[in-house]
């Protein structure tokens, strides 16, 4: 661990004393990629130095940080968030595409009146014109634009699919005997929540990696390969079935709701017409290449 920091510390050009006192804001940070963004940094630089912004700090105490109260839709309460803060890592809301732009942009806003020198942001792989996913990719390209021009020092993420959510899935899937999607034969380079936090955590403290879009993507792999790795893995004998776009979003909104019906649809054809098939700047990141989707499946299944 001492090595690691001190690597971390050479890379970044950052001192002991830039560290003892710099002060980084995660927002979202009970989510699950925001935990997971904490957890890495305070391995890095120590708890004392995290902020974690929440809607209701009383639900977040499990992270072991200074907890701030503020709201993506009320600018004033990032105002007060973000004093005293050097840097912040701004996770994309949840909300509707268009008010997520207005409410990334209250973030991006707070930490320019409050002298923030650096926001990192999380976004997302995908095209804005070929499926129903791209209103949502839209929305954070635009998000990516308003940091570029916010002046601040920044870095963007551009996270890949978590691959979590199957193996969450994991017992419906065998009630079912399949895993069913459209994404056909399509590639996509699942990533994890544990391997973007520590991606995060190297975008906002390291200082070669600012002014740049990174592709966080581990390697590329159809759901048959997936389907065969999480057989391996859990000694199940799950088959995968691709089923018409058409057909799939009707199942997830009929399941889900219209509006998570139809992005989880679009994230499937996503893969199904290639957009997820981009290279992946994880190693420029991290120094090392991303975890291969065997290791990660294996480490989920050690922790459950």
Request: proline letters at 2%; a neutral charge; aromatic letters at 6%.
């Amino acid at each position: 661990m001492r090595n690691q920091k001190l690597r971390l510390l050479q890379d970044s050009h950052l001192n002991n004393h830039t560290i003892q006192t710099m002060k980084i804001a995660v927002t979202a940070a009970n989510g699950q990629l925001g935990t997971a963004i904490v957890k890495e940094l305070k391995k890095q630089v120590g708890d004392k130095n995290i902020i974690g912004i929440v809607r209701s700090p009383e639900r977040a105490g499990h992270l072991g940080v200074e907890l701030r109260q503020a709201d993506y839709s009320q600018r004033d309460t990032y105002d007060v968030a973000l004093k005293g803060v050097d840097r912040v890592v701004l996770i994309s809301g949840m909300d509707d595409p268009q008010k997520r732009i207005e409410q990334h942009r209250n973030v991006i806003q707070a930490a320019k009146h409050n002298g923030v020198e650096k926001i990192v942001y999380t976004s997302i792989i995908g095209n804005e014109n070929k499926t129903a996913f791209s209103a949502v990719v839209s929305s954070n390209r635009q998000t990516e634009e308003d940091v570029k021009n916010s002046g601040l020092n920044w870095a963007i993420g551009r996270n890949s699919i978590y691959i979590e959510p199957d193996l969450e899935y994991l017992a419906a899937y065998v009630e079912q005997g399949e895993i069913r999607n459209c994404a056909g034969n399509g590639k996509c380079g699942y990533t994890s929540r544990k391997e973007l936090g520590a991606a995060y955590a190297q975008l906002i403290l390291n200082e070669q990696l600012n002014q740049q879009t990174y592709n966080l993507v581990g390697e590329l792999i159809t759901q048959t390969q997936l389907t065969q790795l999480i057989n391996e893995e859990f000694n199940t004998r799950l088959i995968y079935k691709s089923v018409p776009p058409e057909e799939y979003e009707i199942e997830r909104k009929a399941e889900l709701g219209d509006f998570i019906g139809t992005v989880i649809a679009g994230i499937y054809n996503g893969i199904r017409v290639g957009v997820n098939e981009v290279p992946s700047d994880f190693e420029k990141v991290m120094g090392r290449p991303h975890k291969s989707a065997k290791e990660i499946i294996h480490a989920y299944k050690e922790m459950i």
